[in-house]
């Protein structure tokens, strides 16, 4: 069965530095999705994209956030300057039309600490 | 706003118990509703999505219900067994321009062998 996948599963950084979270989605998958889940927190939604744009995004996703789809089947996130409160488990995720009632297929996640 | 709230936040019961997680969400304008599975550290597994016309979705020994006038659903899970242990999260994807789910915070499930 097609899976989303998430590259590094575990990212550890220096405060200041920047880091790029990859991701592949389902191949026939058009939205694209991230999401963080703070160490006891709920999971928050960061960034949904579609059509090589960012169709939503919240409060949360500032300056310091962007993303990419660089190929065909690459996602990216970047945080340009980590900061302490970017640790978290970051969650890509994808559907397949984006339809609202569509389900969003969620990767395994990559673990990044910030020291 | 759209809150998704689960109690009990952890629950343990004896191994082959039937067992009922609650999710509630404020706004009954949803698309759906789905109940995921986390594993320590792990990702997320999505178990059961119900759409917003549906009353309830089944999967095995799972069964979850919704009830969106009341803004309510439940995950119903027969004779549990040890490998059930895990956190379960409830999402709802709400009606309108939103593209995120938003999810509660979780139940944390211990079953005793």
């Known amino acids: 069965e097609p899976e989303v996948t998430q590259t590094p599963s575990h990212q550890v950084t220096q405060m200041g530095q920047e880091v790029i979270l990859r991701c592949v989605p389902i191949s026939n998958h058009l939205y694209f999705y991230w999401y963080r889940q703070i160490l006891g927190q709920k999971v928050e939604f960061l960034v949904s994209f579609y059509n090589n744009e960012i169709s939503e995004k919240s409060e949360i996703f500032d300056d310091q956030f962007s993303v990419e789809r660089p190929d065909g089947s690459n996602f990216t996130l970047k945080i340009r300057s980590t900061k302490l409160e970017d640790s978290a488990m970051y969650f890509c995720a994808s559907s397949e039309q984006g339809e609202r009632a569509d389900t969003q297929y969620f990767g395994p996640g990559t673990r990044l600490t910030v020291l | 706003k759209q809150e998704v709230t689960q109690i009990p936040a952890a629950l343990s019961v004896p191994e082959g118990e039937n067992l009922v997680l609650n999710c509630s969400f404020t706004d009954s304008a949803i698309y759906n509703l789905q109940w995921f599975r986390q594993d320590p550290g792990k990702g997320l597994t999505s178990l059961l999505l119900?759409?917003?016309?549906?009353r309830e979705q089944t999967s095995g020994r799972l069964n979850a219900s919704l009830d969106k006038s009341s803004g309510r659903s439940t995950l119903y899970i027969a004779a549990s067994q040890p490998g059930d242990s895990a956190t379960y999260l409830c999402a709802v994807r709400p009606r309108g321009r939103d593209d995120k789910i938003i999810f509660g915070k979780g139940t944390r499930l211990h079953i005793l062998p």
């Open positions: 119900i759409q917003s016309s549906q």
